[in-house]
């Protein structure tokens, strides 16, 4: 994932004061020794992280830059049936790109006749699984014990939401889905 | 011991990319390395806020109330308020990681927070919006927000089947 961001964004300065306020208060509160103790804990786990994140970063730039989103859109679109939504899993998570490439993508696969499933299958893949994602965000902030269990539970789910859609689709929209 | 072999894990896959790049052409593996360096840089920052905020958010919060919203005893009414608030979360990844590692320092259980970090993943109101209503049909969008409503309550239930993470 390339992170085009402004140097700059709402979001982090709103997070920012919060977390600022949060600091002042405890200080306030409970003391230098609770304030030295929650900051010297939290740059503990910051520092032990920073490794992954760099690596993270470079497995998100180089595979952009090594895997064609033509290629990916091959795969999904070869297969039907059950191989057909686990394949779409397998090309969501491998999927290089942010939100502005990935649907794109979908919706590409919609228009040129590939099944309802398929294309939920590799949206919801993208968003639970998609590696870059996980590696450069997920893993720094939530841990690696967290992001492990939660990326072994997650494979199933875009099988699942795939087989729903289908099923839905099918049952509600007889005439397709741009209809 | 698992931190340290995702790790290792991690620059093996780096070591495999680069190495591919550098079959194709010298100059790819630059590029690479620059954006990569370039992206780490932009990141920190915003990380080493979220990460070492979240601490002192946690410990503003009282315990007791979030144990008891989100806690290891607040069942499926726990999971649904996670589901919500992660479909409701505003802004981008450092808003919705701060805000479930703070709820996890500070009482909340892991499939709960697994339950709103997977709703944050599926339903992000502003991604869905800003991207997703523009790139595909309205219908697939209404069909895959309506069949991913399940997925946090079965992430939640996963965790606690293999009482992980």
Redesign the interface.
């Given at each position: 994932m390339r992170i085009r961001r402004k140097t700059f964004d709402w979001s982090t300065a709103v997070i920012t004061v919060l977390m600022v306020a949060a600091a002042v208060t405890v200080y306030l509160r409970d003391g230098w020794d609770r304030f030295a103790g929650v900051f010297l804990g939290d740059v503990h786990i910051f520092l032990d992280i920073l490794p992954k994140m760099a690596a993270g970063c470079l497995i998100g730039v180089f595979s952009t830059l090594l895997i064609p989103r033509e290629m990916v859109a091959r795969l999904v679109g070869a297969e039907s049936g059950f191989t057909g939504l686990a394949v779409a899993t397998f090309a969501g998570a491998i999927m290089p790109g942010g939100p502005m490439t990935v649907y794109p993508v979908a919706g590409a696969f919609l228009a040129a006749g590939a099944d309802i499933g398929a294309a939920l299958a590799f949206v919801t893949s993208w968003t639970l699984l998609g590696y870059a994602r996980a590696l450069v965000w997920e893993l720094p902030f939530m841990g690696t014990n967290f992001v492990f269990w939660r990326v072994v539970i997650a494979p199933a789910f875009p099988l699942i939401v795939g087989l729903l859609g289908r099923w839905v689709a099918k049952a509600l929209m007889p005439h397709g889905v741009r209809s | 011991m698992?931190?340290l072999a995702?790790?290792a894990l991690?620059?093996g896959?780096?070591a495999v990319?680069?190495a591919?790049?550098a079959v194709?052409s010298a100059s790819?593996v630059e590029?690479?390395?620059r954006?990569?360096?370039l992206?780490?840089l932009?990141?920190?920052p915003?990380?080493?806020?979220?990460?070492?905020?979240?601490?002192?958010?946690a410990?503003?919060l009282p315990p007791e109330v979030l144990g008891g919203l989100l806690g290891p005893s607040s069942g499926l009414l726990g999971t649904a308020i996670a589901t919500v608030a992660g479909a409701f979360t505003?802004?981008?990844?450092?808003?919705g990681?701060?805000i479930?590692?703070a709820a996890?320092k500070s009482g909340a259980a892991?499939p709960q927070?697994?339950a709103y970090?997977?709703a944050w993943?599926?339903f992000a109101i502003q991604?869905v919006a800003?991207?997703?209503v523009?790139?595909?049909?309205a219908?697939?969008v209404w069909?895959?927000v309506?069949?991913?409503i399940?997925?946090p309550f079965?992430?939640a239930f996963?965790?606690m089947l293999?009482g992980?993470?």
């Open positions: - | 698992m931190a995702i790790g991690l620059w896959i780096v990319l680069v591919t790049a194709r790819l590029t690479g390395l954006e990569g360096a992206d780490f932009r990141l920190t915003r990380v080493a806020i979220g990460v070492v905020g979240s601490g002192y958010v410990a503003v505003p802004g981008g990844p450092v808003v990681f701060s479930a590692v996890l892991a927070v697994i970090t997977t993943a599926l991604r800003s991207y997703e523009v790139a595909m049909p219908k697939v069909l895959r309506v069949c991913s399940p997925v079965l992430a996963g965790a293999i992980k993470p």
